[in-house]
């Protein structure tokens, strides 16, 4: 199944097998410019309660960005209207769901897992996502690098999607959504995610 199917497959089992409708979705606080895009559209917003949350998303977003090697001058320089897209937005809970194909785990996923704040709240196994990255990484950390990648320079495709996964995690919780939920499809198989996680979903639909 390629990479771009895992979480299509997710999303046909939930309504195929619970009735659970999901579907891709955009923000505006999620977009080609990282966050620095986030701090914008939080600003525009002229919510005191955003303040806090938000801040904290971009001090650790900034460390994660410099750990990656990203140039955020090319960031400040990307388009205010380039989104990018969640996996899959459960709307009657707001809650965002990415579903991970082998490619999201590699030692730079790695990296930004580790500088994420201590009260990060996580809706998925956090240790177990280390995990799954330093098992994958040596098969993973060369996919995308004959690309280039904004703001990660040639070969930073890697990089850039490790940052865009922590950009979704960060900004998700801070911009007052539920905790981003994650589900690992490590076997490229989304029906097989699904199902390991019924429980779970079915849960969420029940809320």
């Not at 955003?50 to 090319?74: H, K, Q």
């Not at 990018?84 to 996923?109: M, N």
């Not at 690309?147 to 996964?165: I, Q, S, T």
């Amino acid at each position: 199944m390629a990479r771009d199917d895992v979480h299509v497959a997710f999303a046909q089992a939930a309504a195929a097998l619970d009735g659970i409708e999901l579907a891709p979705q955009t923000f505006d606080w999620l977009g080609e410019q990282g966050h620095v895009g986030l701090e914008r559209v939080a600003k525009a917003r002229r919510d005191a309660t955003l303040v806090a949350p938000v801040t904290a998303a971009l001090d650790a977003l900034s460390v994660i960005c410099a750990r990656l090697g990203g140039d955020v001058s090319v960031l400040r320089a990307s388009r205010e209207n380039l989104l990018l897209a969640v996996d899959l937005v459960h709307a009657p809970t707001r809650t965002l769901i990415e579903v991970d194909a082998p490619a999201h785990f590699t030692s730079f996923r790695l990296a930004t897992l580790e500088l994420y704040p201590a009260d990060f709240a996580a809706g998925f196994d956090l240790e177990q996502y280390k995990e799954h990255c330093r098992s994958w990484s040596s098969r993973t950390d060369g996919l995308d690098r004959s690309l280039a990648a904004k703001a990660f320079g040639f070969g930073g495709g890697p990089r850039e999607r490790a940052y865009h996964d922590a950009l979704k995690d960060l900004a998700t919780a801070a911009m007052g959504h539920p905790p981003l939920l994650r589900f690992a499809a490590v076997d490229g198989d989304g029906d097989a995610a699904y199902r390991r996680n019924r429980d779970r979903m079915l849960a969420l639909r029940d809320s």
